[in-house]
């Protein structure tokens, strides 16, 4: 498989493997594939063996206020936990840039919490909401009841979780550790 440098593609296409090349911009790993995350023409630098896709026109699903989002927290600082974003929830397309986002512990849950850990642990699956945009900094919140942890990874063994019968409990279906969540009503037992 050789795609050619100058080569138009679109986003979702197909442009060699993660052995060939590093992922450069507006480029993405699916299982063990790289592909485009927009729409424009190759770049291959072959020194460097990374790939790159420079946009043609305008991007494809940039984010914007009241947008909801997928996204897995990276980290948790007193304040913030920080979200890998992933994808729109009402979209297939990718998103043209990879957005980090920035839970506030403000914008976590409607009622008072006393530290970020109680709702979120690094690993977790969140729905969240687009609050505020500065460049490819987005601000989510997790206020909402739909928004919140998804699926929830146990601190101890990594393994997912499943709700208990109290509110913003998750137990390790592995090791059944109990921990704090805030959880969405769309939480995915399994
Ligand atoms: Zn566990």
Known sequence: MSIK????????????????????????????????SVLGNVQIDSKMR????K???SQP???KLGDTVYGQIT?????R?????????????????????????????????DKLTDAFRIGDIVKAKVVKITGDN????????DCGVLK????????????TQKENEVQCRTCKKKEKREVSINYVNS
């Open 5 to 36: 440098n100058g080569a138009f593609v679109m986003p979702g296409d197909k442009l060699g493997i993660i052995e060939q090349y590093l992922l450069g911009k507006g480029t993405y790993e699916d299982n063990g594939e790289i592909k485009s």
């Open 50 to 53: 990374t790939i790159t896709v």
């Open 55 to 57: 946009a043609k026109s």
């Open 61 to 63: 699903a940039l984010l």
């Open 75 to 79: 980290d948790i600082k007193t304040q």
């Open 81 to 113: 936990a920080n979200v890998n974003i992933d994808c729109l929830t009402d979209s297939s397309r990718p998103l043209a840039l990879p957005y980090m986002g920035a839970i506030h512990i403000s914008q976590a849950k409607s009622g008072y919490l």
């Open 138 to 145: 987005v601000d989510l919140a997790t206020v909402d009841e």
């Open 152 to 163: 929830a990874m146990c601190t101890r063994c990594r393994d997912y979780m499943n709700t």
